[in-house]
């Protein structure tokens, strides 16, 4: 028995250094790693339809045919028709580390008869091939030949004639009406309401061919002489980016027989920080495509509604009005009696995005809203669990979105039981309310008052500077001021007459002259946050500020707590909402928290401003009426008393 399996072992390895043939990166056979099954290509090249085929023994063949519609046409004898054949000698594969994944390609040593050529292939998607090459020569060297093609060379385009389509969410997606302009006919931008793109794939769908296509409907324009009704249909043949960061997209028009190849294929230019513009190609190439603004065809594309969002109820009172969302990059939403208008932009940069809720129905703190956003391809039924109004704050939750078209398809399901469920606002151990901000806020007693110093922690320091000013230091032989480097001292003060402001320095004098009053007592604060509101949530007391000059992130949360009688932990988050992590005294990015303060209080005999603390757990509570005496609320008993005085000093 061991003899047997030693023989058959033996056997093996035999056959398989017999059979086994090493592919290198310098052998021809690394075309099969690329090219189509088929290896049927079409492309446009000098004019002429190219029909271009790789055989299996690396022979390459070409046949160029007359612009004219001869693809239809059996009988190709009759035609003009030239034919040039080659094959590949030499080929390896290139990838530079420190290069673009657009330049990865293969250089390829291509023979016909005495002529050699470098040719560069560049392999774009399964569908696509695009190849540029040097003129012909008789030198076999493969690195000096490949030397001629210079970075600015043209590329030529093979378009897949058997492709396998794929999904489109690369190239388009969406709803949108569009303007075109053509160079051939003439006439100038073509502007009718009624021009639209249709790219909604399904997701689940048992058809990929719905994921992995699109419509465009062109409608004349009476003043535009280059304009037309059309309905076209494409499939995706896959996209890609180049070193520039312009988006090429491959078309394929399905409703032009698979035969006439000529008007089949279209090249598609844009980018992902414009997606707004492209241009198309008049031809099966790519090479005219410059700028999403050069082009043998230019389409502006504008986002439309995919359907109308009719309101069913009505949200409070005291719900309308402009807010930001912190929760979600600032954006800003207006709310009606009936709508809640969300419009997204990140910094002030890169596409808007709206989004509208209309009211479907309401049960306790629960909304149920039909969602709607400008240029996506469906609505859907999502729920959003709302407190009552305190302060400057709505605080919700959100839940996950129901498509509409699910209950429109299936008669007896009741989206709310879906959409408001407690399992539709997610899973998480750990969450807490989004919050909505009233802009421009009113402002708010602050929760806690007195004058305290200060020592900070984290990346986002405060910094002595001068609002509104560029200088950093005024005191250095300062004309208004001279203070000792020892009386430097910081300080948040929330006292005077203004108890809905924090006042922070950086460094402030406390210096005092021969009369025991401060002589800085007109520098004015590095930073002055107004109080928007406070509440108290899973034992966590939260402070929303407002700052005005803030460029960026004018709102900011906060989390304080009173440690004893003297003490307060602050922390400020990096952007304008807390995280679920943050904690009073956290202090690390981590935490998604930029600045810890440590308060320690400071009052002095002419500050005037004595100390009182708010939780926040019963933010509806005024705390002004109720944390003065209650013979301090009202004057009348004192009028009282001095009217009582004045009769028995008169009559008695």
Not at 5 to 28: A, K
Not at 209 to 234: A, L, P
Not at 555 to 579: K, Q
């Amino acid at each position: 028995m061991a003899d047997y399996t030693h023989s058959s072992l033996l056997l093996i390895l035999f056959l398989i250094s017999v059979f086994y043939i090493p592919q290198t990166d310098g052998s021809c056979s690394l075309l099969r790693q690329f090219i189509v099954p088929d290896g049927l290509y079409y492309s446009w090249e000098r004019g002429l339809n190219t029909h271009t085929t790789f055989f299996p023994d690396n022979r390459i063949e070409k046949r160029f045919r007359p612009e004219q519609a001869v693809d239809t046409i059996q009988d190709h004898s009759t035609l003009s028709e030239t034919v040039e054949s080659g094959e590949c000698v030499d080929m390896f594969y290139e990838a530079p580390s420190a290069a673009h994944k657009s330049l990865w390609h293969y250089k390829m040593l291509y023979r016909t008869g005495d002529c050699f050529q470098c040719v560069e292939v560049y392999n774009r998607t399964r569908n696509i091939l695009q190849y540029r090459s040097t003129t012909c020569s008789t030198n076999q060297g493969l690195a000096v030949l490949c030397k001629e093609i210079a970075p600015s060379h043209e590329f030529l385009t093979l378009f897949a004639k058997n492709h396998e389509p794929e999904e489109c969410l690369s190239t388009i997606f969406g709803t949108y009406h569009f303007t075109y302009e053509r160079d051939v006919g003439g006439g100038g931008i073509c502007n009718n309401p009624f021009s639209n793109i249709t790219a909604c794939p399904d997701p689940g769908t048992p058809f990929d061919r719905v994921n992995q296509r699109f419509f465009f409907h062109y409608r004349r324009c009476e003043s535009v002489m280059g304009s037309f009704d059309r309905d076209e249909m494409f499939s995706c043949m896959g996209s890609w980016l180049n070193e520039r960061g312009d988006r090429f997209s491959a078309i394929s028009n399905d409703r032009v027989a698979s035969d006439r190849y000529y008007d089949k294929y279209r090249c598609m230019l844009t980018r992902d920080d414009q997606p707004a513009w492209f241009t198309k190609s008049a031809y099966a190439e790519c090479k005219a495509l410059r700028t999403p603004y050069e082009g043998p065809e230019r389409i502006v594309m504008m986002p439309i509604v995919p359907e109308e969002a009719k309101a069913q109820c009505y949200f409070p009172a005291n719900f309308t009005g402009e807010w930001v969302n912190t929760a979600n990059r600032n954006a800003r939403v207006i709310i009606n009696s009936t709508h809640i208008h969300e419009i997204i932009k990140v910094e002030n940069r890169g596409p808007v995005r709206e989004v509208y809720y209309a009211c479907e129905q309401i049960s306790r703190s629960q909304y149920m809203v039909k969602s709607v956003e400008i240029g996506d391809c469906y609505a859907f039924y999502l729920c959003f669990d709302i407190l009552p109004r305190h302060h400057n704050i709505l605080r919700f939750r959100k839940g996950k979105p129901f498509r509409v078209t699910r209950y429109n398809q299936q008669g007896g399901l009741n989206p709310y039981r879906d959409a408001c469920d407690w399992t539709s606002f997610g899973h998480q151990r750990e969450w807490k309310y989004s919050t909505f901000v009233l802009y421009p806020p009113a402002a708010s007693e602050c929760p806690f008052t007195g004058v305290y110093t200060f020592s900070q922690k984290g990346k986002d320091l405060v910094k002595n500077r001068i609002r509104g000013g560029a200088t950093p230091r005024p005191r250095d032989g300062g004309w208004y001021i001279e203070c000792d480097q020892p009386y430097f001292e910081t300080q948040l003060a929330v006292c005077g007459g203004n108890t809905r402001e924090i006042a922070v320095d950086a460094e402030r004098c406390s210096e005092l002259n021969e009369y025991g009053s401060p002589i800085g007592i007109y520098d004015m604060p590095d930073f002055v946050f107004t109080c928007v509101g406070h509440w108290r949530e899973d034992s966590r007391s939260y402070l929303v500020t407002y700052d005005r000059e803030e460029p960026f992130n004018k709102f900011r949360c906060w989390v304080y707590e009173r440690i004893d009688m003297y003490t307060i932990y602050m922390s400020r988050s990096l952007g304008s909402a807390c995280s679920v992590r943050q904690r009073s005294d956290s202090w690390s990015d981590v935490d998604g928290v930029g600045l810890f303060l440590e308060l320690r209080e400071n009052e002095r005999i002419h500050d005037d401003c004595p100390m009182r603390y708010d939780d926040g757990r019963n933010p509806y509570m005024r705390l002004v009426d109720d944390f003065l005496p209650a013979a301090a609320a009202s004057t009348r008993p004192a009028v009282l008393i001095s009217i009582i005085y004045l009769f028995i000093r008169l009559f008695v």
